[in-house]
């Protein structure tokens, strides 16, 4: 073997030089290439490969190639990590996973932060239905944080619609003004597609305005207000909406007017204009065929004349035709 090296050495080498010249600028190259990698991401994969955050180097660099932020994905994969949830490649919340949330539009720290809040909660919280919440333009952190923390609404909302209190007529027709307090936390499972905060102010209202217009008498409602929340809970409100209604209590109930005395009290001056207008008709009629009869009885009269009038006419002709004749002093014509 000594003596084929020395006769190799002899000879000299069996490859031309410019190929030893070529893998050498090769070696060089990838050298530099390397260098530049280990400089721009170096630290990154240092960081995640030390919090076993499972990040390739290359996979760092695929992403600055397709435009993503590898520091952000890099953070959320390490605190991720870091509260215990799972990063596996294949079922749990990969670095593909993260890139594709990240090229879609949404924000990776809000859905990561909410995954966390919802693990420690309890909460069951897949970074798929995360995602979705997050890309349907709802914020998934604060609907976590109203499933832990109910929030409360107010019935009427003076912000929204700028009336503080709800008017509702019992059907005694007295009115009662409410306000009511909502207690809700959010439904994670009905949050996309379900309605808002508006929808369930609504129907709330509506069906405190019901239950209390189908009492009989307001003292009913004054004694017993908790009749409107059973009336009102039993409705199933929260159907279709990104909400779970809790509970509703009233907060406040003012005795507002008669409403029924004072429509009755319109009702009857109007009915006494209506029998003062009848009674005025019938006065103007009865003063019209008063002033018909005067000139009929003056058309009489005048007929009356005109006939009396023709009478010594036609006596003058009658005696100048000869038609009558004085009488004679016996009696006999």
């Avoid at 409602?221 to 159907?239: F, H, K, M, Y």
């Avoid at 909406?241 to 319109?266: F, H, K, P």
């Amino acid at each position: 073997m000594i003596d084929a090296f020395l006769l190799f050495a002899q000879e000299g080498p069996l490859v031309p030089w410019y190929f030893w010249a070529g893998a050498t600028f090769m070696l060089v190259v990838l050298g530099i290439i390397i260098l530049i990698v280990l400089l721009n991401y170096g630290q990154l994969w240092f960081q995640a490969a030390a919090s076993s955050a499972d990040i390739s180097l290359w996979s760092l660099v695929g992403m600055s190639l397709r435009q993503v932020n590898s520091r952000l994905i890099v953070k959320a994969k390490i605190m991720a990590k870091q509260s215990g949830l799972d990063i596996d490649r294949r079922n749990g919340i990969s670095t593909r996973r993260l890139e594709a949330h990240y090229l879609a539009g949404g924000n990776v720290m809000h859905v990561i932060h909410a995954i966390i809040a919802a693990h420690r909660a309890g909460i069951d919280l897949d970074f798929d239905r995360a995602a979705a919440i997050d890309l349907a333009g709802r914020d998934v952190v604060d609907a976590v944080r109203t499933s832990v923390l109910p929030k409360v609404i107010d019935c009427p909302d003076p912000r929204r619609s700028g009336k503080s209190t709800l008017s509702a007529i019992a059907k005694n027709g007295v009115e009662l003004r409410v306000r009511a307090k909502v207690t809700v936390k959010t439904s994670l499972e009905q949050l996309i597609g379900g309605a808002t905060e508006e929808t369930v102010i609504a129907r709330v209202g509506e069906s405190i305005i019901s239950a209390i217009g189908s009492s009989e008498h307001h003292t009913h409602v004054l004694e017993n207000p908790d009749v409107i929340t059973r009336a009102v809970l039993a409705r199933g409100l929260d159907a279709h909406t990104a909400y779970e209604i809790v509970s509703i209590d009233i907060a406040d109930i003012d005795v507002g007017e008669n409403v029924g005395a004072r429509l009755q009290n319109d009702q009857a001056e109007a009915d006494t204009r209506v029998a003062r207008a009848k009674a005025e008709q019938r006065r103007a009629e009865a003063i019209a065929a008063e002033q018909e009869n005067k000139a009929k009885v003056a058309m009489n009269r005048a007929k009356l004349v005109f006939a009396e009038a023709e009478v010594p006419k036609a006596m003058a002709d009658a005696f100048r035709s000869g038609s009558m004749h004085a009488p004679h002093e016996n009696g006999q014509a």
